[in-house]
């Protein structure tokens, strides 16, 4: 007869913890969980799809609790039984983290700026509105389009410009910047900075929506940053400068400041130091509608709402943001095929999952 063994079984739990968590793949995880019930129910158990996610993206560490839609989380401390809340928890969070990982992993990436909030000073507003910055491609109507700070005497004096994103909560990789060059003054000057940082995090309190006019606010004491990058030089050249952060980070709360370090040119008429942009732009991935977030309080801990389980998606065919459609329901072998990146679906939340008690090695 053919000798069968699970191996969960024969080794300590120490030892078994210590095997799993090699795994550095969402996908493997999942695969693992969808062996019998008692390997999901280890999976479950330990939090492994949580602590893989809080693993590769330490953002996380803030989530002081997970929702879901058909989650209250009132109603489930009120159950009867502690253990059986317990596991319901343990079985909301390993579907939300294997899903939460897979959205902060999967490409492509596309433009997640969604308007601008704030400069921290504007020359002639609003014709060098940072709202500018926005604009792409050649200037419009013949007219040149950028930002440009107020003139100073000294050059070390730094400028911010602060920008909401498409989603409170974002995947972001890289940051795009180009200088704006005068082509109308003599010599054609590029005012450039000499150095940039990046910030990222969340409103000390709710923003109005629309955001209103751009105002000249250094803006620090209306936000609560979260993340701070090493500082990248930046080259006196009118291109549009690529600033690709070391590892992809997750921005909670939609809030992204870029800080301009240093000036390089002063302006002749005046004898004034500019910093002047002409393009901004922001690559990364949303990951909203399928995830959202609460914010509680200046502590930077958030409630992360799972809006659906469809791993939020950008469009091959153009870089704008597309929420992906939900449709049916699925077992663990399509959740695999997505986290592989083999397709969309819509989870159903409610659904246990049926796998075979059967190992074969």
């Not at 109507?141 to 730094?158: H, L, M």
């Not at 791993?311 to 459609?325: A, T």
Request: charged share 25%; net charge negative.
């Amino acid at each position: 007869m053919e000798i069968r063994m699970d191996f969960l079984d024969w080794l300590d739990h120490d030892t078994s913890m210590k095997i799993l968590r090699c795994l550095e793949d969402p996908a493997d995880l999942v695969r693992v969980s969808s062996v019998s019930r008692s390997w999901r129910h280890f999976v479950i158990a330990n939090g492994l799809c949580k602590q893989l996610c809080l693993r590769m993206f330490p953002h996380f560490l803030r989530v002081e609790c997970v929702t879901e839609p058909c989650c209250d989380i009132e109603k489930a401390s009120e159950v009867g039984c502690s253990k059986f809340a317990e596991w319901e928890t343990l079985k909301r969070e390993h579907k939300v983290y294997a899903f939460l990982v897979q959205g902060c992993m999967s490409f492509p990436f596309g433009k997640c700026i969604l308007d601008a909030i704030s400069a921290s000073s504007t020359d002639n507003y609003p014709e060098e509105s940072i709202r500018n910055t926005l604009q792409q491609g050649d200037p419009i109507e013949s007219r040149a389009s950028y930002w440009s700070s107020k003139g100073q005497r000294n050059a070390a004096v730094p400028e911010t410009l602060v920008y909401k994103l498409v989603a409170d909560i974002c995947v972001i990789t890289e940051i795009n910047i180009q200088p704006f060059q005068a082509y109308f003054q003599r010599g054609s000057p590029i005012y450039s900075a000499i150095s940039v940082r990046f910030h990222m995090g969340h409103p000390i309190h709710p923003m109005s929506d629309p955001l209103g006019e751009p105002l000249d606010d250094s803006a620090d004491d209306k936000f609560i940053w979260t993340y701070s990058s090493p500082e990248f030089p930046m080259a006196q050249e009118s291109s549009l400068q690529n600033f690709r952060l070391p590892e992809p980070v997750v921005c909670i709360g939609g809030i992204l400041q870029i800080e301009l370090l240093g000036r390089v040119q002063r302006q002749e008429m005046d004898g004034l130091f500019y910093t002047c942009v002409a393009q901004v732009q922001v690559k990364g991935r949303p990951l909203s509608p399928a995830f959202g977030v609460e914010m509680l309080g200046p502590s930077g801990k958030f409630i992360l709402k799972a809006e659906s389980c469809n791993p939020p998606s950008l469009s091959d065919e153009d870089s704008s943001y597309h929420g992906g459609h939900l449709h049916g329901r699925v077992d663990w072998e399509q959740i695999m095929n997505v986290l592989r990146g083999e397709g969309d679906f819509e989870y159903d939340w409610n659904s246990e999952d049926e796998v075979d008690d059967e190992l074969a090695f």
